[in-house]
């Protein structure tokens, strides 16, 4: 620590205090007549005081400061990662604790020159005291993520990795962009001798089919050491096996179809087991399940026109890439089938014929389905007025002449769905929609999801505005030319992403029925064994009120039968409940709220899909490992020659500690000791002339 003191002017100034204290002391105590009889050593000592007190009080003038510097050497941040994932231990479970041992080892021989931290990864990143290799899966990334976020500051010498070269999620860790700067060295843990080993490699299938339907299951199977042998591949549906074929494992990896009828609605678990072969040691991997939800049947979608039209093209492809939607295109002119058969209807304008709008828009409301309703500038506009679709309009007597450019401004306020932030800003420079010149206002029950800009003029008309109905969801987009928004999308970012996240949510919005019951629970039919199962409820009253006073049980039950009891937790108004990991596999739940005199319940099943990922491959992956070091400036070192490694790092040049230093400045004036010296000095002069009889 070193201290100096400091001031904004010259150090000239400082001579000046101390003549200014000479010279008013020289004043009162020099050749002065009045003090001839005082002894000379008293004078001495009175001059001493008076100038001293006025020195220290003029220096104070110049407002000095005391400059402290505080040095710190920091040493080099050294940080051990180990992998905590199952693969570790994939070929023997006594290989942990020789894991465990090898890094307390580095711990201990590092610590001495550097700061050491000590990280595991897997799933998650953390600090433990141990590793216990019970991750599901390896993400490298994640831990370079985490350890840039941690150490963004520090004096960070290297990164020392201990990992099979097993990842499983996220990206590549050779071509991650954290980091970059920091050299890494890698030691290689698990086996890399080469085993007999028959696995399958992915897995691919729909996630959701229709009941009656034929949906393909397609399979990866690889093997090491097993070329030209044969296995035998069995199928099952919830435990009953549909099928077994020998395979003979002679092109590598090797591609398996098969095709599977979806006979009951629900979640249905698909297994796949490979039999395993002579002298295979690694059998976890010879198996696979996931599950398929089979519902009883898509969504129809019936897309109604005056003619041929762009928009109609554009609203019919998006509906159709998602598989839960079933379109079907038709003008008005030739449409003779049935709305009921129709879970929502899309309009593009309305036909000429005002009694045939009525009737489809009373058929729409009356069964309380979804509508579409685009506005175009095909339209007869003096038949609204006889049109019920909840649309006040202005002075259409005369019909409607011409149409305004309108660009779409977003709301801010809008409830009824989220849109992502790369959406909101595609409504930012999108091409205007021909809208009819005619002033019109929507129900007050509307939310507005974009307003129309004309020309700079930002107005208060709806261009899309949603509202219900009596019991129907409406959607009025009140222009054409969406084509052009789609086109715009694909122009810009290469697809179409953001014009179907929009009309997706539209649809899915609209075609869906709401919910009016007293009770209800929200949860996720599928979840992952390292995910949280978490499920959401909400109590109404008779007012349509959210409350949470009353209790909500739940009785859940596994597929072996067991039960379990638990409570709702609550929230602000609602309930929600945790039921931690579960176990893989098939679940039930019963729950029920008692509201007065009434009872609810409700019943539900979700499954929770088994990760096998750690196990799919098993052997040591080196070359990975290598790469990761070269190519951020460290080397690839075994377990079993650590001591190579701690000299390597020992002796880079470029780990070195940082010296840090902090200057503090404080105003002399706020010094407690430089007053209580004033007052000493000044005290001591009085004292000593009282007792010299002085005046």
Known sequence: ????????????????????????????????????????????????????????????????????????????????????????????????????????????KLSEDFEVRFHSFGEKTGEPDSLNFSERSTDFSLLFEDLETRYSNKNIGALIVLSDGIYNAGQNPVYANNLKHVPVYSVLLG?????????????????????????????????????????????????????????LLNTLPLTYKFLLKAEKTGMHKIGVKLKALNGEIIRINNS???????????????????????DVGAIKTIVEANENYKVEVQQFDNFKGNIDAYNMVVMHQLPDDAAQSEQLLKKITKNKIGLLLVLGTQMKYQQLLRVNFG???????????????????????????????????????????????????????????????????????????????????????????????????????????????LFQKTI???????????????????FSENEEVILDAELYNDSYELINEPEIKLKL?????????????????????????????????????????????????????????????????????????EERGGKLFFTANTNALIQAIKEREDIKPVEHSMVEMKEMIHQKWIFFLIITLLTAEWFVRKRSGMN
């Open 1 to 108: 620590m070193k201290i100096e003191i400091v001031t904004q002017y010259p150090a000239g100034y400082f001579v000046f205090c101390i003549l200014l204290g000479l010279l008013y002391a020289g004043f009162a105590y020099y050749r002065n007549k009045k003090n001839s009889e005082i002894p000379r050593g008293i004078i001495v000592a009175l001059f001493s005081f008076r100038l001293l007190s006025v020195a220290v009080i003029s220096f104070l003038l110049l407002v000095p400061f005391i400059k402290t510097i505080h040095s710190n050497i920091e040493k080099p941040v050294l940080i051990i990662a180990a992998d905590n994932s199952r693969s570790i231990l994939a070929t023997s479970k006594n290989y942990g604790a020789e894991v465990n041992a090898k890094v307390k080892e580095l711990k201990g």
């Open 508 to 526: 899915q919005y609209l075609s869906v029925k709401s919910d009016k019951s007293n009770f209800r629970i929200a949860h996720k039919k599928k």
């Open 391 to 501: 649309v006040q309009w202005q002075n259409i007597l005369s019909g409607v002449r011409s149409f305004n450019d309108a660009y779409p401004v977003l709301q801010k306020n809008f409830t009824l769905f989220n849109l992502s932030a790369g959406t909101q800003e595609f409504f930012k420079d999108l091409p205007p929609l021909k809208t009819p010149y005619i002033q019109f206002t929507v129900p007050g029950n509307a939310e507005n999801l974009a307003l129309q800009k004309i020309g700079s003029v930002s107005t208060e008309l709806p261009l899309i505005s949603f509202y219900n109905l009596e019991e129907s969801k409406i959607c009025l987009i009140a222009g054409e030319g969406l084509w052009r928004w789609k086109l715009s999308d694909f122009l810009k970012h290469q697809s179409e992403t953001h014009f179907e996240e």
């Open 288 to 310: 696979r399940e996931v599950y398929v939800e089979v519902l009883d049947g898509r969504q129809k979608i019936l897309v109604l026109s005056k003619s041929s039209h762009p």
């Open 191 to 247: 086996d890399t001798t080469l085993r007999k080993d028959l696995f399958i490699k992915e897995m691919y299938f729909n996630n959701i089919t229709y009941l009656g339907n034929e949906f393909p299951v397609e399979l990866l199977i690889d093997c090491e050491a097993c070329k030209n042998e044969k296995t035998v591949v069995s199928i099952s549906v919830d435990g009953v096996v549909k099928k077994e074929e020998e395979l």
């Open 557 to 629: 039950t596994n597929g072996s039968g067991k039960e379990f009891s638990y409570v709702f937790g609550k929230t602000a108004d609602k309930y929600r409940l945790s039921l931690g990991f579960l176990a893989p596999g098939n679940y039930h739940f019963d729950a029920k709220a008692v509201l007065g005199a009434k009872q609810y319940n409700k019943q539900g099943a979700f499954v929770v899909e088994e990760l096998k990922l750690e196990d799919i491959t098993t052997r040591a992956d080196a070359s990975l490992m290598k790469k990761l070091a």
